[in-house]
């Protein structure tokens, strides 16, 4: 069970923190909840029942510092995942950001970004829907890093290249 205070990754919200356990009444039942205010939109509240299995299998533990440094370290090794059906790639693609598994995600914006650079040697641009996947994935993945990091989201991209491109690995890790 969560605790108000304990910050969670919730379905494509993204990051957001229990700020409250509360007990609602809805057509006599009573009917107990979480109360997640989403990190990065000061203006949404999101209501999880907590007996809703389905939905509370939504939350999940942001990672800690360590598994994403390491999980940055290994993004070069991770392997695209481009689908040539424009139908298939889109709905495949929208069911990894709905998932959120993050090795998932690193490798939907892997593709999608080498996609990206492809297009512009050719002169052309992403799909609107690579385009807006690309965005909803950065979104969610970029969002928890930054948190977790104490650093802001736009400086995950310079941070993880940092980690990529320089940093032996091994080396301790204080950028934030």
Partial sequence: MFCVGDTVIYGTQGVCRISAIEENDFGGDSVEYYVLRPVYDVN?????????EKLVGKMRAVLSPEEIIGMIRSMPDEETIWIEDETERKQTYQEIIREGDRRKLVRLI??????????QKKGRRLHQSDESALKQAE???????????????EEVVPFITRQIDIEPPGQAVNDG
């Fill in 44 to 52: 949404s509240t999101v209501f999880v029942p907590v007996k809703n």
């Fill in 110 to 119: 892997k593709t999608l970004h080498f996609h990206g650079l492809e297009q």
């Fill in 139 to 153: 979104e969610l993945l970029y969002n928890e890093f930054a948190l977790v990091l104490k650093i802001r989201p």
